[in-house]
C-alpha cells in the first residue's frame, strides 16, 4: 500500500537558515505528489505540487521542492526561514483515487 | 479564504449520538472530499465525491457515511459515536475529479465527543 513518511515531526531553524522538510513516498510508481501547509486554526493549503514536467517544483511563498524518483523522495525546502513560515507542513500523494498524507511536521522559526 | 464553507464550526456532543456535519464547496467546484484529522491518526482521507456520484473510499468508518447533493454541498454523517470520534473534520473542493488538481480545503468543523 502507498504511504508518505515525513521524517522530524518537529524542525526548529533559525530565521534566515535553511529550511529543509522531508519526504519519501513508498510506491513503485510515483504517484501524484503534494505539499500543504496548515496554519494554526486553518485548513490546509496547497504549497506545490509534482508535474513530471520538472523535478524541481516551485512553490508560493519562496518554497521548493525536488522529486528524487531514485530516493522516492519529495523534499521541501526554502533558502531562507521568515518568521510566517512557522506552521504544520504535510507532505501527501495521491495514486489516482486514494489520497495520503504524512503525519506533518511542525516548523518553528527562531528569531 | 479559500471559497469552501463549513458549518458548524465546533460540535461537542455526547457517545451514541449522531451528527451531520456539512459542507459548500467553492462555486464551480464539482468534487468535494472529505477528512478527518486527529491527534493520534493524522490526516486521513475519508471519502470522495464528484458531481453527486461516489468516487473514492479512504479510512471511512462503517458508521460515517456522506452524501453530495445536486447543489453540490456535502453533508458527512456521523453515527454511534465513541470517544475516539473526536477530531478536526474538513471537507475540501476541487474542479474536477482529478486528482492533480488542487484541493481547496475549508476551516474545519471541530467534533467533541463527551
Known amino acids: 500500500a502507498q504511504s508518505v513518511t515525513q521524517l522530524g515531526s518537529h524542525v526548529s531553524v533559525s530565521e534566515g537558515a535553511l529550511v529543509l522538510l522531508r519526504c519519501n513516498y513508498s510506491?513503485?510508481?510515483?504517484?501524484?505528489l503534494f505539499w500543504y501547509v496548515q496554519y494554526p486554526n486553518q485548513g490546509l493549503q496547497l504549497l506545490l505540487k509534482?508535474?513530471?514536467?520538472?523535478?524541481l517544483v516551485k512553490g508560493i511563498n519562496g518554497f521548493e521542492a525536488e522529486f528524487k524518483k531514485s530516493e522516492t523522495s519529495f523534499h521541501l525546502t526554502k533558502p531562507s526561514a521568515h518568521m510566517s513560515d512557522a506552521a504544520e507542513y504535510f507532505c501527501?500523494?495521491?495514486?489516482?483515487?486514494?489520497?495520503?498524507f504524512g503525519t506533518g511536521t511542525s516548523l518553528t522559526v527562531i528569531p | 479564504d479559500s471559497g469552501v464553507t463549513q458549518t458548524p464550526k465546533h460540535l461537542i456532543t455526547a457517545t451514541g449520538q449522531r451528527v451531520t456535519l456539512r459542507c459548500s464547496p467553492r462555486?464551480?467546484?464539482?468534487?468535494v472530499y472529505w477528512y478527518q484529522q486527529s491527534l493520534d491518526q493524522g490526516l486521513q482521507f475519508l471519502i470522495h465525491?464528484?458531481?453527486?456520484?461516489?468516487?473514492a473510499k479512504g479510512n471511512i468508518l462503517e458508521r460515517f457515511s456522506a452524501q453530495q447533493f445536486p447543489d453540490l454541498h456535502s453533508e458527512l454523517n456521523l453515527s454511534s459515536l465513541e470517544l475516539g470520534d473526536s477530531a478536526l473534520y474538513f471537507c475540501?473542493?476541487?474542479?474536477?475529479?482529478?486528482?492533480?488538481?488542487?484541493?481547496?480545503f475549508g476551516p474545519g468543523t471541530r467534533l467533541t465527543v463527551l
Open positions: 501527501a500523494a495521491n495514486t489516482g483515487n486514494q489520497f495520503y
Open positions: 509534482y508535474t513530471s514536467a520538472a523535478t
Open positions: 465525491y464528484y458531481n453527486g456520484e461516489e468516487r
Open positions: 510506491s513503485s510508481v510515483p504517484p501524484y
Open positions: 462555486s464551480g467546484d464539482l468534487s
Open positions: 475540501a473542493s476541487s474542479v474536477t475529479s482529478s486528482p492533480y488538481n488542487e484541493q481547496f
